[in-house]
């Protein structure tokens, strides 16, 4: 009993410990401050980005930053495009990874066209190469389908418009294509990201905060901060901002633009995407919440493509020697886990 209370005393402590460090980091830097439009004074802490090994500064968080938009209803196209990742096999030093890309066309809510998701495999050597295959993949996918759009139209990507960081210059010629081609028929590109990583100097969540401080003033939803960073490597050629699509949503997301669209319009495109939200999932807009449920990868679909693929390599000869060095790394899943 004694243990039994010396360790819940411990994991006690724990919770105290980073009840004092969360503490510290909501508190945020009390070297500058602001005074709200009630009076009160809230901390004027600054969005900090890691990136390719630097680290960027932002502008200070201000009310300022709040922007109002109108939902705008339109018949305009819109391409959704998504990619999603898994490994097929890991054989320690490298792995066999798969990538499944989702394409869907709209035009206002309804949807035009929908493309069979493509597979693509590659083998990769770090989780650097895996997150660039990823990314020239999505990109590829959406430059196949851009003659589809025009003045107007909308190219959305399910992910921030950069590359990923420590990537090549052959995924940054391809995002400047992407950008190229899109402004060359009169469309828009823009990234939506459900996840960002995103903070504080603090420590606390940039989007987190924006949620706090957006009720805290009474901000009408639906909203959009920008600026976060100025026009400094790597966001020269793009706006990032943080959008509430909707009053009845809890959630906000991060949202790119190229730098090429007009800032006067930004409202005008949040309030058409705006538009495109599903009523029973109100605050994301459903074009790209369904082209990323078309790129998810079933179990059984990453089970018939690793039969597949051992059969390939059964017929090539190579299949005992492949196994083997996958042995190397199951050891966990085989023995561990029991799978």
């Known amino acids: 009993m004694a243990i039994a209370c010396s360790r819940e005393q411990l994991l006690?402590?724990?919770f105290q410990r980073i009840a004092s460090r969360l503490r510290c980091i909501?508190?945020?830097?009390?070297d500058s401050r602001q005074a709200t439009l009630t009076g009160e004074f809230l901390e004027k802490p600054y969005p900090i980005l890691r990136y390719g090994g630097a680290e960027f500064r932002g502008v200070p968080v201000s009310f300022h930053g709040f922007k109002g938009f109108e939902v705008v209803?339109?018949?305009?196209?819109?391409?959704?495009?998504?990619?999603?990742?898994?490994?097929?096999?890991?054989?320690?030093?490298f792995?066999?990874?798969?990538?499944?890309?989702?394409?869907?066309?709209?035009?206002?809510?309804?949807?035009?066209e929908v493309w069979n998701p493509v597979k693509r495999a590659q083998l990769v050597w770090s989780r650097v190469e895996a997150a660039e295959?990823?990314?020239?993949?999505?990109?590829?996918?959406?430059?196949?389908?851009?003659h589809l759009l025009g003045e107007g139209d909308y190219c959305i990507l399910d992910r921030p418009l950069t590359p990923p960081p420590k990537s090549g210059e052959a995924a940054k010629k391809l995002l400047r294509r992407l950008e190229?081609?899109?402004?060359?028929?009169?469309?828009?590109l823009v990234g939506i990201s459900k996840s960002s990583q995103l903070k504080l100097n603090t420590g606390e969540p940039l989007l987190g905060y924006l949620i706090y401080l957006s009720r805290a003033l009474d901000v009408r939803a639906p909203w959009f901060y920008y600026p976060v960073f100025r026009c400094t490597p790597p966001f020269t050629w793009m706006t990032t901002g943080v959008a509430c699509f909707s009053e009845e949503a809890d959630h906000v997301f991060r949202v790119d633009f190229t730098a090429s669209c007009d800032e006067s319009q930004l409202p005008e495109y949040l309030g058409e995407i705006a538009y495109l939200q599903d009523p029973a999932c109100p605050g994301y807009p459903y074009p790209p919440?369904?082209?990323?449920?078309?790129a998810k990868t079933s179990k059984q679909e990453l089970l018939a493509d690793r039969l597949a693929f051992l059969e390939l390599l059964s017929q090539e000869g190579l299949e005992k020697r492949f196994l083997s060095s996958?042995?190397?790394a199951s050891f966990r899943e085989e023995v561990l886990w029991r799978r």
């Open 12 to 14: 006690l402590q724990d």
């Open 26 to 30: 909501y508190r945020g830097s009390r």
């Open 73 to 93: 209803p339109h018949q305009k196209r819109l391409l959704a495009v998504d990619a999603s990742l898994k490994m097929l096999f890991d054989c320690g030093s």
């Open 95 to 112: 792995k066999v990874a798969l990538a499944k890309v989702a394409c869907i066309l709209w035009e206002g809510r309804r949807r035009l």
């Open 133 to 146: 295959f990823l990314f020239e993949v999505e990109v590829e996918a959406a430059l196949q389908a851009l």
């Open 180 to 188: 190229a081609e899109v402004t060359a028929r009169g469309a828009v």
């Open 289 to 294: 919440r369904s082209v990323h449920e078309d």
């Open 326 to 328: 996958v042995k190397t």
